[in-house]
């Protein structure tokens, strides 16, 4: 059990991360990568 909690922990870290890029680099970043 204590993998699993320790994996489900790095999956909020790694989310909240991507959040975080998100808001700091807004849609023109995004917009340059996919059109």
Known sequence: MKSI???LI???LYA???LT????API???GRGTL
Do not use: I, K
Request: net charge neutral; proline share 0%.
């Open 5 to 7: 909690n320790g994996f």
């Open 10 to 12: 790095l999956g909020v």
């Open 28 to 30: 023109a970043a995004e």
């Open 16 to 18: 909240m991360m991507q």
């Open 21 to 24: 890029n998100q808001t700091r």
